[in-house]
């Protein structure tokens, strides 16, 4: 981004002005926006028994199709116990598929079953329209900002993650 905001140019300086107050405004607009972009999803998680653990996986399998149960395990940056309490709820319950790797029978690749796209497509579209809505309603500008905002929130490690994920097309 190097003709982003942070990039050092005048854009950048000029945003040094914030005062705490706003800054603890746009902290709590972020709290209340993501209360409202995982309500949806919340609702109909709940009405199987999962909660946000649950929706992470089967996002990141979904766009990352046939990961590795490792490679999951660095994009959620959670402990291995966790992850394989949640993978095995979504294997149980025919969500997903795990399969032997063929070059290196330790691993173990993850697929979204029918059931499981389906569920991945109905989360994806409560969430798609409400940020479609709000980008919409924001603009073009606003979203190249708000896209420059997270990605400078990011720790360097998970940023450089998210721009590989993003070149890729996932």
């Known amino acids: 981004m190097a003709d982003g905001p ?3 140019g005048q854009r950048g300086e000029t945003l040094l002005y914030l005062t705490d107050e706003q800054l603890r405004k746009g902290i709590e607009a972020m709290f209340f926006a ?3 972009f995982t309500s949806d999803p919340d609702r109909i998680l709940e009405s199987r028994g999962y909660g ?3 929706h992470r996986a089967i996002h990141f399998i979904h766009r990352s199709h046939g990961t590795t149960v490792n490679n999951l395990l660095a994009i959620l940056g959670v ?10 709820t979504l294997i149980e319950d025919g969500l997903v598929e795990s399969r ?13 079953t029918a059931e499981g796209a389906l569920l991945e497509r109905e989360l994806s579209d409560v969430q798609q329209a ?3 809505d709000a980008f919409r ?3 073009p500008a606003a979203v190249a900002g708000f896209r ?11 940023r450089r993650r998210y721009q590989r994920l993003s070149e890729n097309g996932l």
């Not at 402990?79 to 095995?88: F, G, H, I």
């Not at 032997?100 to 979204?112: A, F, S, W």
């Open 34 to 36: 993501y209360k409202g």
């Open 6 to 8: 942070t990039s050092g």
């Open 130 to 132: 409400r940020m479609r």
């Open 52 to 54: 946000r653990a649950h």
């Open 137 to 139: 309603s924001a603009g």
């Open 79 to 88: 402990t291995k116990q966790s992850l394989n309490r949640v993978l095995r």
């Open 100 to 112: 032997v790797g063929t070059r290196d029978k330790r691993e173990r690749h993850l697929y979204l």
């Open 148 to 158: 420059t905002v997270l990605e400078e929130m990011m720790d360097p490690e998970m």
